[in-house]
């Protein structure tokens, strides 16, 4: 008699206790442990280690840390303040490229950081070099070195002279890993003001058409057009990627009186806008 | 009775209720807790169900009150009936009998070894789509795989593909089975919450026959298509303990069309395996347990742009039952089961596709269900309480043709879990002998989550408000009268039931629809879909003429139905855009039947049926998928060892086609089909043969469910031989 009762109990209660959620603990990541050490640039007195994810400077954005080893105590200073001058020996002439202030990484005792976004490399990997300068109480000291930097396979980062006759620069800062989702988009727009000098170019704005060539040139919906951030001093916006694979983000670049710089529309006859970035992922 | 128990009971309902279904839940769960213990007490119980015009009120004493016991009043009338279990011949009915395979002899010209598809289509509520020659999808009442509850004894089991290609019809064989039950419009609510109807595919009953060992063992041939198939089947029953074991393969090359026109990609190999198995504790108890794997390779779906290179499922449960005549509950049937599905297409095999692709699809799915009968007086009680827990996962993957790009991938069904509980309750009334009146209720809680992080943003994508969880409440009611006189019978229904949507249809993420050449896109947001329903059944015998009619009518409120977004651009190469599910404000689908027979002698009868169906939107659309006018002509000759039958059948033009959801007119058709049964018996064993012609004139056709107006079977010899040994 009982055995009736029981058994429709324990499936409820069985069924019941099986569907619980499992739910996953966040785990705290010691951003230190996991960069990679690039390169170091020695002088007499420090060593300058420079950082990043993957351990090579590579053609687009680069977000750099640093670090200023004391040769003689073999302690790591806490104290300097840096900048630095990235430069490419062309065969005639030479010049740099955009790049960042030096600070010091919140909430770490010797890290620095910065970026430095490469617009071009050799096949080699040659022509590049590095100059940082630094002081540590109140005392000077550089320190120049040649650097390696690797072509990327895809086109992040892209100089183009605009209708208005001057040379920008444009590079994609983030999404540094692009999931299925609506992602964040940002980018660097850069003027080449001279061979050495990249200011950000503030309050334009950037249209952007996401396809896939390898799907009939699919689009995805949602995305926004980008638009300066004067407090990270970057273009922001939305980019949504339906599925992974190879994109091609095709852009324009409009002035502040709207008036279209380089790029554009996406057509069946035009597939592709001569103003574009490329990811994969 | 002790608290805790009614807290884990209640525990069930208790998730995400509006108040007034707090109240009803409140109260349900306590009475079926009450039921689980013997209390001597008098109960008052009160269901207000507001959304479901119903009203219960339940006054009673007893001595042992045990399980629900609901006596339903509706405006002071109570509702009650019968149990209309009859067992009809499978042209008319409400239910088709499979009577075991060495029984389809004397019962109806039909192959002995044809597959459950072929079976449901001979029921003249089912109709099968076809995108090959295997998997045909089940539509009862112009309403396929979404508005149907499909249970194979009484499981939930959800196919794995995204695209419709495995109906989880095509996971049985008919040797797994001893009968199909089928119940129109909300009468087939028992297992679960539905629109068009409920299909039950029962597995064999516990058979404690002591007839020992019985064997048997099929063949069967067909000219078109090369199809062969084979079977084995081996059962020992015991006094307390039976085991029954069989084995089907079924293999067939490209069918020929009418005209020896070669259908490509419709070849299909599968085998099928189970085991059942009983034990009889003591004459009260019963536990039996079930295994069945089947396993298809090589399916070819000449409809669609893919195939498949594997369907696999394995099906299992353990079941309790327990029977006393003279305890209140008479009957108690509980189950636990599972079941998983890996369904993988592929187009390995098409030589010319635009991208290649990979589109694996898995579906696990856990649940139970407790099912209890009585008998009070002139009520018969049946009260179901069950629950599932599904997880549907597929996922694509995409070969680009330039090498040097990397594979893409989307989830297409971003791990979906539902959870579903509910609980079913009936009063059949014998008003009189020859009257009945019944109700029934089916309320539920429904849950949707997306588990995969992935899946939620890419849906987030189209929906940026969405959030991982989606709650619902599902209620479905009917009622029904019945009179049964000498001459006529007459059955009078009216029903309201809901239904969650989909995993497709709310969650499904760039589903190619070759169909109208469309993306869909699942919409997470939907309400429930919501049908009103009405039917009326009435017979006429006399003497050696019957005639029947059947009518259904639904008015069905936020009709679920993909809808053209302009501003999306397809996935698909060669697609013609983006739909996304919405809801039509309503529509209205209504079907008739008209039979009769006549019986010239105990052997020689002449039966026929034609049919109308009407669909349409509050768009003033055409409804796709809405049969066509159709008819059925049959003569039969029938002796207890030998029968014959030579069958017209057809339908009209089809001139209602749906234009805007991607139909064509499809032309009218008609096809003549010659069936022929003997029966031997050598010593004590028994022999039987079936053989026929189907579509004798080789008639090049299509009908209205056959997807991409992909042709049919042409003229077909067919052989079917079993041999039983006792």
């Known amino acids: 008699m009982k055995l009736k009762y029981i058994i429709p109990i324990l499936f409820i209660a069985l069924f019941t206790v099986s569907c619980s959620s499992d739910d996953d603990s966040d785990t705290i990541i010691n951003e230190v442990e996991n960069l990679k050490k690039i390169q170091e640039l020695t002088n007499a007195t420090h060593t300058v280690e420079l950082f990043n994810t993957s351990g090579k400077f590579e053609t687009g954005y680069n977000a750099i840390s640093i670090r200023i080893k004391d040769n003689g105590t073999n302690n790591y200073v806490e104290n300097a303040s840096l900048s630095w001058m990235p430069v490419m020996q062309m065969p005639t002439m030479k010049h740099s490229s955009p790049k960042s202030d030096i600070l010091k990484s919140l909430g770490k005792k010797t890290l620095y950081e910065g970026f430095i976004i490469y617009q071009m490399a050799n096949l080699d990997g040659s022509g590049w070099s590095l100059k940082v300068d630094y002081t540590i109480d109140g005392i000077n000291y550089s320190v120049d070195s040649d650097i390696i930097v690797m072509q990327s396979e895809y086109q992040n980062v892209t100089s183009f002279m605009g209708a208005d006759d001057t040379r920008y620069l444009i590079a994609m800062i983030e999404p540094q890993t692009p999931k299925i989702a609506i992602n964040k988009l940002k980018l660097g727009l850069f003027k080449m003001e001279t061979m050495m000098s990249f200011p950000v170019v503030e309050d334009y704005k950037i249209t952007l058409d996401p396809r896939m060539p390898g799907m009939g040139n699919h689009s995805s919906p949602n995305n926004t057009d980008l638009t300066y951030n004067l407090a990270n001093k970057m273009y922001e916006g939305n980019l949504s990627l339906t599925m992974t694979g190879y994109w091609v983000l095709n852009l324009k670049l409009l002035n502040t009186l709207d008036e279209v710089l380089k790029g554009e529309n996406v057509t069946e006859e035009h597939p592709k806008s001569s103003l574009y970035l490329e990811l994969e992922f | ?726």
């Not at chain 2, 058979?207 to 020992?236: A, C, M, R, V, W």
Request: glycine residues 8%; aromatic residues 14%; negative net charge.
């Open chain 2, 1 to 726: 009775m002790s608290l805790r128990n009614i807290q884990k009971v209640r525990s069930i309902w208790s998730l995400n209720f509006n108040p007034t279904y707090l109240i009803t839940f409140t109260k349900l769960s306590k009475y079926i807790a009450l039921s689980g213990w013997e209390v001597d007490t008098k109960l008052s119980i009160i269901l207000i169900l507001t959304d479901g015009i119903v009203f219960y009120n339940q006054t009673t004493t007893m001595k042992k009150l045990i399980t629900v016991v609901i006596w339903v009043f509706c405006g002071g009338f109570i509702f009650a009936q019968e149990s209309p279990d009859t067992k009809n011949d499978t042209t008319k009915l409400d239910e088709i009998t499979l009577v075991g395979r060495r029984k389809l002899s004397n019962y109806r010209q039909e192959k002995t070894l044809s597959s459950i598809d072929d079976y449901l289509e001979k029921s003249s509520k089912i109709t099968m789509i076809k995108r090959g020659n295997y998997a045909w999808e089940p539509a009862m009442n112009n309403m396929n795989s979404e508005r149907l509850s499909v249970t194979i004894d009484g499981m939930q089991i959800f196919g794995a593909c995204t695209d419709k290609m495995d109906p989880i019809t095509s996971y049985v064989d008919v040797s797994n089975l001893q009968k199909v039950s089928i119940g129109s419009g909300q009468s087939g609510s028992e297992n679960g919450h539905t629109i068009g109807g409920g299909i039950d595919l029962q597995l064999s009953n516990s058979k404690f026959h002591q007839s020992g060992l019985k064997t048997s063992i099929d063949l069967g041939y067909e000219t078109n298509g090369n199809y062969k198939t084979g079977g084995l089947d081996l059962e020992y029953s015991g006094n307390k303990f039976y085991l029954h074991a069989d084995g089907i393969y079924r293999k067939s090359d490209n069918y020929d069309a009418g005209n020896s026109q070669e259908v490509l990609y419709s070849q299909f190999q599968k085998y099928n395996i189970s085991l059942q198995s009983g034990y009889k504790l003591n004459d009260h108890h019963t536990f039996e347990a079930a295994v069945i794997y089947d396993k298809a390779t090589d399916v070819g779906y000449p409809a669609l742009t893919m195939d498949v290179s594997l369907a696999e499922a394995l099906i299992t449960s353990v079941t309790h039952k327990f029977e006393n005549d003279s305890t209140l509950i008479q009957s108690l049937e509980s189950k636990l089961y599972f079941n998983t599905i890996t369904h993988v297409m592929d187009d390995s095999k098409r030589p010319d596709v635009p991208i290649r692709m990979d589109m694996p699809g898995w579906s696990d799915t856990y649940g139970f269900y407790s099912k209890a009968t009585t008998n009070i007086n002139k009520h018969a009680f049946e009260v179901n309480l069950n629950g599932f827990y599904n997880r549907s996962l597929a996922e694509m993957t995409m070969y680009p043709n330039d090498p040097n790009q990397s594979a893409m991938f989307m989830y297409t069904w971003p791990d979906i879990r539902t959870l579903y509980s509910g609980i079913y309750a009936k009063d059949t009334y014998a008003i009189k002998d020859d009257m009945s009146l019944s109700a029934a209720l089916r309320i539920g809680f429904h849950q949707n989550e997306i588990a995969k992080e992935t899946g939620l943003e890419s849906l987030q994508i189209f929906y940026p408000e969405i959030g991982a969880t989606k709650n619902r409440m599902l209620t479905s009611f009917t009622t029904n009268y019945q009179v049964k006189k000498e001459h006529y019978d007459v059955s009078l229904g009216a029903g309201y039931g809901e239904r969650a949507a989909s995993v497709s249809e709310g969650y499904g993420f760039f589903l190619f629809n070759s169909f109208d050449n469309y993306d869909y896109i699942g919409n997470p947001t939907l309400n429930n879909e919501k049908a009103i329903e009405a039917n009326f059944k009435a017979n006429y015998h006399e003497n050696r003429f019957h005639l029947g009619l059947e009518t259904s009518y639904f008015y069905i409120i936020d009709y679920i139905i993909g809808s053209v977004d302009n501003s999306l651009s397809p996935m698909t190469i060669g697609a013609s855009g983006v739909k996304m599910y919405e809801a039509l404000s309503h529509a209205k689908i209504f079907n008739v039947y008209l039979n009769s027979s006549y019986k010239f002698s105990n052997s020689f009868s002449l039966n026929g049926t034609v049919g109308y169906n009407y669909g349409s939107g509050s768009n003033n659309e055409n409804l796709p998928l809405i049969k066509p006018f159709s008819y059925l002509a049959e003569v039969n000759y029938s002796k207890p060892k030998f029968n014959a039958a030579l069958q017209l059948q057809g339908n009209g033009n089809q001139t209602r086609y749906s234009g805007f959801y991607g139909e064509d007119e499809t032309p009218a058709y008609a096809i003549l089909n010659l069936n022929l049964g003997n029966e031997f018996n050598l010593n004590a064993n028994k022999f039987v043969l079936k053989y026929g012609i189907e579509n004798i004139l080789d008639t090049n056709y299509s009908t209205y469910a056959d997807w991409n107006n992909i042709p049919r079977q042409g003229r077909n010899f067919y052989i079917n031989m079993s041999y039983i040994i006792y």
